[in-house]
């Protein structure tokens, strides 16, 4: 019975291990993508700010 339980174990590990490691992967490019939408909408609204302020003046 021991056995059984060891063998268990081994075949599930790889699974396991991929699936964390693709998880991992995973939440990095989301969260990248999601820092880099924040610095473009901030770049975004920096210019929006300058064009008004263009606009006023003219």
């Not at 060891?6 to 992967?25: E, H, K, M, R």
Request: hydrophobic letters at 55%; zero cysteines; proline letters at 2%.
């Amino acid at each position: 019975m021991d056995d059984f339980w060891v063998n268990a174990i081994w075949s599930l590990a790889p699974t396991v291990l991929i699936g964390l490691l693709f998880w991992f992967v995973m939440r990095a490019v989301v969260r990248a993508d999601r820092s880099e939408r924040d610095a473009y909408a901030k770049i975004e609204a920096e210019e929006r700010a300058k064009r008004a302020a263009e606009h006023r003046a003219a």
